[in-house]
């Protein structure tokens, strides 16, 4: 018989010890698991520190059971975190069903000799603390967190014990908490989503904090239950425990603020993810802390009502004119979109904005700015915008920027994605003052044309503005189809959340000028469009390959008319758009004009036009039809049951002709 060996990579041997030590490192490193000192392949549960925290010998939360036989493999975890994960080994090919077979069979026995020590450990724990009697207020721990037992027990030798337990009331383990503060948990307990609860677990509104203490204080503060977490990673399990269990319930988490942020990031995780809401301590050290230091908890955890609600004449009496990062432009804390066609200049656009603020300059094109760091989140395109950078402050005559950009995209809709730009931003020695995510579409894991992928987006977002206090820049596509030019790609749902809104229009052939529309301005009027060009700058020792000068460009305003076709009919067109306004009671949204569509068809009708062509002026992909034309001049843009009117200069009309910056808008 032939060899055939060779064509599979030849027989499988048993990696060696080194070889397999390193993978299951590996795999214990991803699943978020701190490996052992070192790794015994003998089908026996091992037991091993993970951290800091403990005594040698005391503390061992880390376990594994690994089997060497066959196709090697097992099960790990982490008590304290409930992290637990199978393994195998790669011999770096598919298994065969016999061995697929026995690698399942060697799991199911490590996970069955990990389920039998904790549950020998919940058996040691029950009785433990059955037989214990109850601590005092007089206790050295008690007395210098200065609150009560709350339910503690008490150790022969003197330790607190706290209990942990499972969803259904069954004990789990229990942390023992010496005179000092040590605290150790019971050898072999599982630790990860239990908890336990200071005040009675009843009542609408329930807090969870991290430590005992924490937790006692928060209680005898304000009188509701506090659970008990035990640990800044056990939040997030925790809170989705509590939050099953008492879905009525509103959930408050108490974050520690350490210097490691440790706290607040579990925090915002379980917030995020169980719809808590979340209070970080504002100084350093927990709620515990912060009491000894003569703050007052109680208004940090239950703001007055006058703090919430008040008075519309309070509430007016004193003006809040809007703040500019660009005047007219750029809102300060705002979500700003810019769209446009593939290549049709929307970045360059971006750039000149920003760029400036980064600059340390006062103003745009003539138009007051305030200078701040920018933090650009660049998708795609580096090495183009690389020559863009360095072309614009050639150009500029500008030395260095308070800038920074991304290596690359993110799903930043998603807690990992929006955790990696939030840590980044954090470790910047500034604020920024704005945060450009460009393209969206790079950045957006899901369907930008389903509503729930772009709401995830759009709370990033929002949680990006919070954080920071800083404005959101999205650069985002239009669609492919004529009429599509004039709004952005995907949900409706973008612009419903938009603060502004900005179309970037190229010009009908080459070098003809740009156009610039603000389609919409929540807070102030819309601002008059503008006309810019690309200009190219030759980069100062910047050759390639072939030793030819490389070129990039910088946006500049221009004097020229954009170049953007409007059709013969549209002013008579916008005359019967104004009818159906004015027949449908000269409505007003988002500070726009709004057609509603079955008033333009009765206008329609009134005129004459049959019931099959009135279809036909109302299909926005109709050639030369109302709608189809308006659509593509930008005079109108579409949204739930109609148009908006947004050329600036109709608008402008319209609002003389009724009053409207003093008229209540209707919906």
């Not at 590996?26 to 037991?47: W, Y």
């Not at 005559?397 to 998603?414: I, P, Q, R, Y």
């Not at 030369?624 to 739930?640: D, E, F, N, R």
């Amino acid at each position: 018989m032939a060899d055939v060996t060779h064509i599979f990579g030849g027989p499988w041997r048993l990696p060696d010890a080194v070889a397999l030590e390193d993978q299951i490192r590996q795999a214990m490193a991803s699943a978020g698991v701190t490996p052992p000192p070192t790794i015994a392949l003998d089908g026996k549960l091992h037991r091993y520190q993970t951290g800091s925290k403990g005594q040698p010998g005391h503390d061992k939360p880390g376990w594994y059971v690994f089997f060497p036989d066959g196709v090697p493999a097992g099960m790990f975890g982490d008590w304290r975190t409930g992290a637990s994960s199978t393994w195998r080994a790669d011999i770096g090919r598919e298994l065969t069903a016999p061995e697929i077979a026995g690698v399942s069979r060697r799991q199911a026995e490590a996970r069955s000799a990990r389920d039998a020590k904790a549950a020998s450990a919940a058996d040691s724990v029950e009785l433990i603390w059955s037989q214990a009697g109850a601590a005092s207020p007089d206790h050295p721990y008690l007395m210098r967190k200065g609150v009560g037992a709350h339910g503690l027990r008490i150790t022969g030798d003197g330790r607190l014990m706290a209990p942990l337990f499972n969803t259904d009331g069954t004990l789990s383990s229990l942390q023992y908490i010496d005179a000092e503060g040590g605290k150790l948990y019971h050898p072999g307990g599982a630790t990860g989503g239990k908890y336990w609860s200071v005040g009675l677990l009843e009542g609408d509104l329930i807090y969870i904090a991290e430590g005992f203490a924490t937790a006692a204080t928060i209680h005898e503060v304000t009188g509701k239950p506090c659970v008990v977490a035990y640990s800044a990673s056990n939040l997030v399990p925790v809170t989705g425990a509590v939050a099953t269990s008492h879905p009525a319930a509103r959930l408050v988490i108490v974050a520690d603020n350490d210097a490691s942020g440790v706290g607040q990031r579990y925090g915002e995780q379980a917030s995020a993810r169980h719809g808590a809401r979340l209070i970080v301590i504002p100084h350093l050290g927990d709620a515990n802390d912060y009491r000894a230091a003569g703050h007052d908890l109680g208004a940090l955890l239950n703001p007055s009502v006058d703090q919430w609600l008040i008075p519309a004449d309070d509430f007016s009496a004193q003006p809040a004119p809007i703040s500019w990062l660009v005047k007219g432009w750029l809102q300060d804390r705002a979500l700003i979109m810019v769209h446009g066609p593939s290549g049709g200049g929307k970045t360059f656009l971006v750039l000149d904005w920003v760029l400036t603020m980064a600059s340390g300059a006062r103003q745009w094109n003539g138009r007051k700015g305030r200078p701040g760091p920018v933090v650009y989140l660049a998708g795609e395109g580096h090495q183009g915008l690389r020559g863009r950078v360095a072309a614009w402050k050639q150009h500029h005559g500008v030395a260095s920027l308070s800038m920074w950009l991304s290596k690359g995209g993110c799903d930043l809709n998603t807690r990992d994605g929006l955790r990696r730009v939030s840590d980044a931003v954090r470790e910047l020695p500034v604020t920024p003052s704005v945060i450009v995510v460009d393209t969206l579409h790079r950045f957006l894991n899901g369907d930008e044309n389903k509503a729930q992928d772009a709401k995830t987006m759009l709370d990033a977002c929002a949680e990006l503005m919070d954080t920071f206090k800083a404005a959101v820049i999205l650069v985002h596509h239009t669609g492919v189809s004529d009429e599509a030019q004039h709004r952005a790609r995907g949900s409706s749902a973008w612009r419903g959340a938009l603060d502004i809104e900005v179309s970037v229009i190229p010009g009908n052939e080459k070098g003809d000028p740009m156009q610039v529309v603000q389609r919409k301005s929540k807070d102030a009027e819309l601002a008059e469009d503008i006309t810019v060009e690309l200009m190219s700058v030759p980069i100062t020792g910047w050759l390639d390959e072939d030793g030819e000068q490389v070129t990039s460009a910088v946006v500049s305003l221009s004097e020229r008319r954009a170049n953007v076709k409007v059709h013969p009919k549209a002013g008579q067109y916008q005359q019967t758009f104004r009818r159906a306004w004015e027949h449908g009671g000269c409505v007003w949204r988002d500070s726009l004009p709004f057609v509603d569509r079955d008033a333009l068809r009765e206008v329609f009708l009134i005129d004459g036009i049959s019931e099959k062509a009135v279809r036909n002026y109302l299909n926005p992909n109709a050639e030369h039809k109302p709608v189809s034309v308006l659509l593509q001049a930008s005079y109108i843009a579409p949204t739930q049951g109609g148009w908006h009117i947004v050329q600036a200069e109709w608008v402008a009309q319209l609002r003389m002709v009724r009053s409207a910056p003093s008229a209540p808008e209707r919906t």
